[in-house]
């Protein structure tokens, strides 16, 4: 729960000076540790292999400090799937019922095990880094009067984030009092998690939305966006970055979904030097204006020879440098129904100790000066809380839910 | 074009005498075949490694004798897109305006070049074994006035397949004058190729629907469907049997397209013995009921101490034993919004040189006795004709439509 030692403020006021050596600090400069991610506390095995790829039965331990899937190396593949709780279980009994019954199923399903009264054993054998995350709603946590066990932000934001100047949202990807974020590389694997655990707490919940996202790096590097962007340069990687930014005092985490669409043949009109306006990066590299390399350090003082800067202010990343290492983002591409004006944007994802500090104020900023948004639209909205991880036998929740 | 040497009447006829032995030949028996794909005449590069996975930037080569996409060992991910033409298209004109440019950006896209005025060249550099095919409708091909110069079932099937007992279809899954059907390991590349053949012949087709399928081969292993099964055992896998049952005189294929949805806890609600009736295999091994072995011949004379049959007659096997290297399967699973009841079920793809022949008694036979009707149902159906493959620097159909 530290604060972020370089404000957005510091970060321009000390540029030039030890600003420099700052960015460099927080702004993901391990490009070395680029391609394999940081140690995962929750990974007993290899994650993927240099391609992206599992290439063996690979599992991600369930149990551990924190919930696995948050700093887990991103799996090909999400379906988040947030449910309503039906009336007579929104109170802490109800929700120690449902956090009991899918803590066991997704440990099994994490492990390749059978879950109770499954009979589809067989797809439920090969995880394939399978991880399953839950969240509980800011409302569903006041319903239930476990707000003053939980972090300020909670009641703060009981009637979701606030709105933001643009927000076109829709019920459709909105709120939900509980949230299942399913990630894997076997997309079977997923598919009957998704099943397993929807069919497991059908009488206390139903399903309000789905959303399903991919991600591909072949090789290895940073995968990129259907705008054709890297996307996810500048992320926390070391275990301090994580304590100071992503995990609250309980061990817990605030995980905020936005559902971003894109306005492709709007988008398409543009050349590519226009694009790397917007975003401030180079599309091949992925380096900041100005740099050469995806993991230079953003310079927001660097001009061209006309004294110009490099990098627009308005750009999405001249919005954004400096607060990459301040939430843990785990966006996935979405693709729809294909049209002539093509259905296809973001899933962004992204995980951090309090989101009135973090999220909030960053897209504050962006809603009101990025270029980007000139092609993006935000749909959906969604926070939630996702209590720390479960020691072994435990469920998730439960020193909140008996304490 | 040679019609099968086993009918199904000759097939029960024999059984007893010389038909055992027919089944061993006709029916997939090739087990050491199994987890490797017969060698494709499009393949220039491994498509999958033992894992089912690409594990390096695989290709699949573009031209050749026949489309990639047919007999190609099954990606992934298939993105199934049916396009409308506009009326002033539906010549053999238009239809060549049409062919040579998505050729040319399909050529480029499987290939990991840069399609034409394409600016998002990095989304298309890892085609991971992507394969674009692509198929004409009977009704598209009789308004061009081509049926003369292709197989007769073409006209015979100009408003569509026949219509089946059960049939549940809806406009939403059926029909198209023409299909692109693509397939990869990735993703993001099976995305951008969609986007990019879409755009570029916008002035010209309109997309009427789209359907997404996956499949997880982990192990190299038949893959399963999301009723539990294997799926696609029986399968033509040599030169000879592709001959034989897949390719027409013109090299080129029939291609049919069914989308089935499962009433899932109907399904669910039986237990594992009651689904292996259904089928008339085992779950865990996908043997047929009474062998030991996935490839074991199906033998629809063997009975248990009581003298029943081990395999129901109404079984999907009983009703299908012999068929399966008749067509070449390439089905995939769907999984749509997640819901309580479940939204899910299988996209259905098969190649035939004849559907006259080759899906269309099967499916009658199927729709009026199979056990498994009560857990499924069709609810969209396409069927077009898929050109010979192309050679270098040519486009699909060129000889139909020049010759």
Redesign the interface.
């Known amino acids: 729960m530290t604060r972020r030692s370089i404000s957005r403020r510091g970060f321009f006021a000390g540029v030039g000076l030890t600003g420099a050596t700052a960015v460099i600090t927080s702004c993901g400069s391990d490009s070395e540790a680029a391609g394999s991610m940081a140690s995962d506390k929750n990974g007993t095995s290899p994650q993927a ?1 240099s ?1 992206g ?5 690979t599992k991600i331990a369930f149990d551990g400090e924190h919930q696995a899937g948050i700093q887990t190396a991103p799996q ?1 593949h999400a ?1 988040l ?1 947030a449910y309503n709780v039906r009336k007579e279980q929104r109170s802490a009994k109800g929700l120690q019922r449902i956090m009991r019954i899918w803590t066991g199923d997704a440990r099994n399903l994490a492990q390749g095990h059978t879950p109770l009264a499954d ?2 054993s ?2 439920a054998m ?1 995880p ?1 880094n399978l991880t399953i995350t839950v969240g509980w709603s800011p409302r569903l946590i006041s319903d239930a009067k476990l707000s003053d066990k939980l972090p300020g932000w909670i009641e703060n934001n009981r009637d979701g984030l606030p709105k933001f100047k643009g927000d076109q949202l829709t019920e459709d990807f909105s709120d939900g009092d509980l949230v299942l974020q399913i990630c894997g590389d ?4 997923v ?2 998690a ?2 397993v655990l ?2 497991g707490c ?1 009488d206390f919940v ?2 309000k939305w ?1 959303q399903r996202g ?3 790096s ?2 290895g590097e940073t ?2 966006n ?3 962007f890297k996307d996810g340069t500048a992320i926390p990687r070391s275990k301090e970055e994580y304590d100071d930014a992503v995990w609250d005092e309980l061990g817990g985490s605030a995980m905020v979904v936005r559902r971003v669409v894109y306005d ?1 043949p709007e988008w ?1 009109a543009l ?2 030097s226009s ?1 790397e306006v917007v975003f401030g990066r180079s ?2 590299t992925g380096a900041p204006l100005g740099g050469t390399e995806e993991f230079d350090e953003v310079d927001l003082n660097a001009v061209n020879e006309q004294g110009l800067p490099m990098i627009d202010p308005h750009s999405h990343v001249g919005l954004t440098a400096g607060e990459g290492t301040h939430m843990r983002r785990r966006a996935y ?1 979405w ?1 729809g ?4 004006l ?1 259905s ?1 944007g973001l899933i962004f994802i992204c995980f951090q100790d309090d989101p009135d500090t973090a999220f909030t104020p960053l897209q504050k900023r962006l809603a009101e000066g990025d270029r980007l948004n000139q092609w993006v639209t935000h749909v959906g909205s969604a926070v939630f809380w996702c209590p720390a991880g479960t020691p072994e036998g435990g469920y998730w929740g439960q020193d909140v839910l008996e304490g």
């Open positions: 292999d391609a790829l599992a290439t063996e039965d090909t379906l799937v009979l589809e067989e797809l090969a394939r076997d997309l079977t694997a598919s009957h998704a099943r929807t069919r059908r139903t399903p789905s991919f991600i591909d072949p090789t995968p990129r259907l705008l054709g492709m398409e050349d590519r694009r599309i091949e591409n693709d129904e294909v049209t002539a093509g296809t």
